[in-house]
């Protein structure tokens, strides 16, 4: 039987060097909700994004994904069972076309299964499917960022991870990013969302969880009551 959660962080302990950032972190994602992860700087955010995509090996607990898990796989082994990680500020290759980007991000698939993926994912971004034929150093940075996105939806994800999509996009481009994912949700895709946009993400998303200085302060639903009280008081309370 299929597993209630797809993504399922137990005990999780994950840092730098000697330096652990990560304590005893569970987190889990449903299929087809949005959760949004909350926190101050420096909490532990991105950290833990990353060692949920397999870009930081964990120390202690575990991933599961589907029921399977992740541990000691690579971001690769991850977007291909499913867990696609799109990182903001990751470069496209501005002297190739928008279409040559997309069809990197789908090397592993068959052409024709390409095509039909980078089809379906520029539908979600009118702006950059006019100029598919184009470098994608015409690009505006924002809609470089949008291609990114893009990129991440050829690999066709059941869970995107969306770390800080706002950042240095314009009101217009956010917008879109947070409709995409109310899309991908319809759809059925599950996404985890790395958001300093506190309001619009809480509208957004199903759940949340907030974080400080490393670990898991607060988990809730975004339609419970009283809900900002109860986020500052994490945000503030801790130690
Ligand atoms: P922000 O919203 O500012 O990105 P965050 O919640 O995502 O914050 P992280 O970026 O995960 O927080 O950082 C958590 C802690 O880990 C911070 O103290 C940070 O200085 C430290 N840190 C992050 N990346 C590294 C790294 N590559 N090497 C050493 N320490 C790091």
């Given at each position: 039987?299929?597993?209630?959660n797809?993504?399922q ?26 959760v ?20 930081l ?35 496209v ?8 980007n997309?069809?990197l991000?789908?090397?592993?698939v ?15 971004f ?21 291609l990114?996105v ?18 240095g ?13 109310a ?8 996404v985890?969302?790395v ?6 993400a ?29 986020l500052e008081?994490a ?5």
């Amino acid at each position: 039987s299929a597993p209630e959660n797809l993504l399922q962080a137990q005990g999780l302990e994950a840092g730098y060097g000697k330096i652990r950032i990560l304590h005893n972190v569970d987190l889990a994602v449903r299929p087809g909700e949005i959760v949004a992860l909350l926190g101050p700087n420096g909490a532990g955010k991105s950290t833990l994004m990353r060692a949920l995509s397999g870009l930081l090996p964990w120390t202690a607990g575990d991933v599961l994904f589907d029921g399977k898990s992740l541990r000691g796989g690579t971001p690769r082994d991850a977007a291909q069972a499913g867990l696609v990680h799109v990182i903001e500020g990751h470069h496209v290759f501005t002297q190739l076309s928008v279409q040559d980007n997309l069809s990197l991000a789908g090397y592993d698939v068959r052409k024709h299964e390409r095509e039909e993926r980078i089809r379906d994912a520029l539908a979600f971004f009118p702006e950059i499917e006019e100029k598919r034929h184009e470098r994608a150093g015409a690009l505006s940075g924002g809609q470089q960022q949008m291609l990114v996105v893009a990129q991440g939806l050829v690999k066709r994800p059941r869970l995107l991870i969306l770390d800080e999509p706002s950042a240095g996009l314009s009101p217009v481009l956010v917008d879109r990013v947070f409709e995409v994912a109310a899309r991908l949700r319809d759809g059925g895709t599950s996404v985890l969302l790395v958001e300093q946009l506190v309001e619009k993400a809480l509208a957004l998303a199903d759940r949340l969880y907030a974080m400080a200085h490393g670990e898991i302060v607060l988990q809730a639903d975004t339609k419970e009551p009283d809900l900002q009280r109860r986020l500052e008081e994490a945000y503030f309370g801790q130690h």
